[in-house]
């Protein structure tokens, strides 16, 4: 019935097994899954923005006590979580550009480098939150907090002010509540990303078909998109006082 | 399940008699598929929220609170709230008329991701275990909006499980938008250029937009509250320092956004069926596309009307209002569009186009009273009361349900290849539209005479406009089962229905009805303008008519 | 078709991709030096300038962006942050607004 050499052509196309029988050419096919990604991302954007949204409103609200309770946080450990995550998207993008070479010892390398990095800022993470435990900062029924406003150092005693316990609960209740889904969004970029390295090990990755790798990179520079608006606004704020 | 789809079309075969078994149903990849296990699943969710209306309205018939308690009642109205939004009206027309129809109507194979459509049926199943089970377990008495403190601090209910159905079938809705822009961007046929597509995609792109950028809000506030019953966290607790009114500034961030998802691809049914029964094309494509994209914008810019009492600045109470006012625009232009189409039209009087005339009646009303709700004057006496339970049934069922009804029965032959009985479907629409409208109309009177909402008990002075509305109510699930049993009827012994039985314009009507699995015997090439009603012959004889 | 010229057909350079972490890193670096520095009311303006700056890198060249023909993905993004917008703005109109008489 279909002669025409956009029919062949397509017929030909069906020959790739990596083609699935819907799209007509493996380009539709990579720019649909690139376009679903982009969109998920998109929903991503809006899933954290509510608690940006919750963050800002009571950051306007409690300027003073979030201030204080933001020194409690280790700021040194903050950074060096964001080198590790910028360097984590380094290797990322050094990741898809192997795959694109169709350089598969290579591609399995900075995948597994991808994943200690990011097992890495897990880590220094699951350090920071055991500390707020020990320091009674975890909101709930055993949370305890006497620390003074910023500023108030260099004052006499009789007249430092302390920051509002409940404002300073409100504090980390969003800071464990945004690191923690971001934590949460860590982990599961770190399951597919070891699922992306045995897949790459099998040599499934070629320079026709590295989609799912560069997809996932596009969910990975998102997690660290993420964190670099977190660190200064939850590590930061009025740090020079 | 699998062998009352078992149809006789002929030898021909086609995406129902493809493959048969519980499994390939289960496990099928083939949207057309997935659009009826989506059919099975919201209309059993529509009886069971039915089912909470009717012992709502059986209590309303005498002012005394005497069938059920004060906090049975408060479950009542909320499981009825919550089934019906979430489970039924958000999905409906978009998880089963356009996850079939979307792909044949751009002249695709199938969506642009097949498996997660399925998915998104799983994860509306789940939900909706989750929801069944929040019922069997004594349900939720919050009210469908899970208003903190009251929900967060206040209540021993199953708070926890409902919120998670609702995060669930959130996710449900998220990938079925996700996957209807980029069908719609990447999969349409050569020829069919963006100012070709049928407004029904169109609304549909407009609802997914919609979908994919608003409910991840809800979702994230479902989380909070769920955190904060828990871990007792404060955030939207005022005795810890939180305020409540962000739970609703996330809540309805949503919330009147999704009455847009609701609303949106009912429109775009509309467009469809007026244009095929007044056989012309739309009057106005252009605007009518960017009205659909205009009231998916704006929507998302009014929220906090339904927080003018709550305790929100009279500031931005002012601005809401006002941006309120703004949204209305957009749909009043599609109901001048939708009748000057039928000016001039040659129209006639299908069970579809009944139903379109009530909705465009219907949500003409819904909508204006939305604006004396926008109005603060207004709203401070009439907030809570019946007047806007009747507001938003009138949009939601009188808009909604009407194009659903419209819909399903303009594609029935398309999906099932049998007529329904046209008779009887004229019959259903008239009782529909009787029996809402004397469910309804009261409701206005009462709320403006001041009767709250969600009490059990009223004052004797308003017995007789709540016995009204129950009759009605009894009128109106007449008309709804009427179709089920008809539908039903029609797939064994309806007369086989021809590719275009009503004449209309579209891809799908190009196909036969049912279509095959891959929806097209050829790839079609589309060279004509959408709404091509000067080109398409007039249907010979009236299908269907008994 | 909808056949597009997508932005992975772009290979990124090692040159270019070093070139952008490093910025990335010495953003970070300002960003702590600067935040324990007394800039009074600029202190977050600064903060959140910084921060976007490496959003936008990471956004356009580690994601590809730059490299796309079409307008449908930066399109997407642009989106994505105006409906935040309007979320964080319409919801501030109502809480810095509460307290004026």
């Not at chain 2, 209590?59 to 909320?78: C, H, I, M, R, W």
């Not at chain 2, 919050?142 to 208003?147: A, D, L, V």
């Not at chain 2, 601090?153 to 980029?182: P, Q, Y």
């Amino acid at each position: 019935m279909q002669t025409s050499p956009a029919a062949v052509a397509e017929n030909h196309a069906h020959d790739n097994p990596a083609l699935l029988h819907h799209f007509a050419t493996e380009a539709q096919q990579k720019d649909a899954a690139s376009l679903g990604m982009w969109l998920f991302l998109a929903q991503e954007v809006m899933f954290f923005g509510g608690m940006f949204c919750a963050y800002l409103v009571y950051r306007y609200k409690y300027f003073g006590d979030f201030g204080s309770a933001s020194q409690q946080l280790n700021m040194w450990l903050g950074a060096v979580n964001t080198v590790v995550l910028i360097c984590s998207s380094l290797t990322v993008v050094l990741a898809v550009r192997a795959a694109q070479l169709g350089k598969r010892m290579a591609l399995v390398f900075w995948l597994v480098l991808t994943i200690f990095l990011g097992l890495v800022f897990l880590g220094i993470k699951a350090d920071e939150y055991a500390e707020k435990f020990e320091k009674h900062h975890v909101p709930g029924a055993r949370f305890s907090y006497h620390e003074l406003l910023p500023g108030q150092e260099g004052k006499p005693a009789a007249e430092q002010q302390y920051a509002n316990p409940r404002h300073a609960e409100m504090y980390f209740s969003l800071y464990f509540a945004m690191t923690g889904m971001h934590a949460l969004h860590m982990i599961i970029g770190v399951g597919i990303f070891a699922y992306l390295a045995i897949m790459a090990y099998k040599g499934r990755y070629t320079p026709e078909y590295y989609t799912p790798v560069e997809n996932s990179g596009l969910y990975w520079h998102f997690v660290d998109i993420v964190w670099i608006y977190l660190f200064p606004l939850l590590y930061l704020i009025d740090r020079h006082r | 399940m699998a062998t009352a789809a078992v149809v006789e079309t002929g030898e021909r075969e086609n995406y129902l008699n493809a493959t048969y078994g519980l499994k390939s149903w289960l496990l099928t990849v083939d949207h057309k598929r997935i659009a009826l296990l989506y059919l099975i699943s919201i209309t059993f969710f529509f009886f069971i929220g039915g089912f909470f209306a009717l012992l709502i309205r059986l209590e309303l018939l005498t002012p005394a609170g005497d069938l059920v308690q004060s906090d049975v009642y408060n479950k009542l109205f909320t499981m009825h709230g919550q089934v019906m939004i979430f489970f039924f009206l958000i999905p409906a027309v978009p998880a089963v008329l356009g996850n079939f129809l979307i792909p044949i109507m751009i002249g695709a194979k199938d969506l642009a991701f097949p498996k997660i459509n399925l998915l998104s049926w799983y994860l509306y199943i789940i939900g909706g275990t989750l929801m069944i089970y929040t019922i069997l377990a004594g349900g939720v008495d919050t009210g469908w909006t899970f208003y903190t403190p009251l929900s967060t601090e206040f209540l021993d209910t199953n708070v926890i499980s409902a919120a998670l159905a609702v995060f669930v079938a959130g996710f449900s809705s998220i990938l079925t938008g996700l996957n209807f822009i980029v069908t719609i961007h990447r999969m349409r046929a050569p020829g069919m250029t963006w100012n070709r597509l049928p407004l029904f995609v169109w609304s549909h792109y407009a609802t997914s937009i919609i979908q994919v950028l608003g409910t991840p809000v809800v979702a994230i506030a479902i989380v909070l509250v769920a955190l904060e019953r828990l871990l007792h966290l404060g955030i939207f607790n005022p005795a810890l320092g939180g305020d409540p009114l962000l739970f609703q500034h996330l809540f309805w961030f949503y919330s009147h956004p999704a009455v847009y998802i609701m609303i949106l691809p009912g429109m775009g049914i509309i467009s469809e069926v007026v244009c095929c029964f007044s056989r012309k094309r739309i009057f106005g494509y252009k605007a009518m596309a960017l009205a659909l994209l205009g009231i998916a914008v704006i929507g998302f810019l009014v929220w906090a009307h339904h927080m003018f009492v709550a305790g929100i600045s009279l500031y931005a109470a002012l601005v809401f209002s006002l941006l309120t006012y703004f949204v209305g625009v957009p749909s009043a232009i599609k109901v001048f569009n939708w009748t000057a189409t039928m000016y001039k039209g040659s129209i006639t009087y299908q069970t579809p186009m009944l139903y379109a005339f009530a909705f465009i009646g219907l949500f003409t009303i819904g909508g204006l009273t939305g604006l004396f709700l926008a109005s603060l004057g207004i709203d401070v006496h009439v907030t809570d009361t019946y007047f806007v339970v009747a507001h938003f049934h009138y949009v939601m069922v009188g808009g909604m349900v009407v194009a659903y009804l419209a819909g399903m029965h303009f594609w029935w032959p398309k999906i099932s290849g049998r007529m329904y009985p046209e008779g009887w479907g004229k019959l259903a629409a008239l009782l529909v539209f009787v029996g809402f409208n004397l469910t309804f109309f009261p409701q206005f009177i009462l709320g403006y005479m001041g009767m709250p909402r969600r009490y059990h008990a009223y004052p004797p002075e308003f017995q007789v406009l709540n016995v009204l509305s129950t009759a009605g109510a009894t009128v109106l699930a007449v008309g709804y089962l009427l179709p089920m049993v008809y539908f039903l009827w029609s797939m064994r012994y309806g007369p086989l229905a021809p590719a275009n039985p009503w004449g209309a314009a579209g891809l799908e009507w190009q196909t036969s009805s049912p279509p095959p699995t891959f929806n097209f015997e050829d790839q079609p090439v589309v060279t004509w303008e959408a709404y091509n009603y000067d080109e398409i012959p007039d249907p010979e004889e009236d299908p269907g008519a008994n | 078709m909808s056949d597009h010229d997508s932005s992975s057909e772009h290979i990124s350079s090692i040159g270019s991709s070093i070139a952008i972490w490093i910025a990335l890193l010495v953003g970070t670096v300002v960003t702590v030096l600067a935040a324990n520095t007394d800039l009074g009311p600029f202190n977050i303006i600064v903060a959140l300038t910084i921060a976007t700056i490496k959003a936008t890198l990471v956004v356009l060249f580690f994601m590809h962006v730059k490299y796309t023909h079409e307008k449908l993905v930066p399109l997407v993004i642009v989106s994505a942050i105006f409906f935040l917008f309007l979320l964080l703005g319409l919801s501030m109109a109502d809480y810095a607004t509460r307290l004026w008489h």
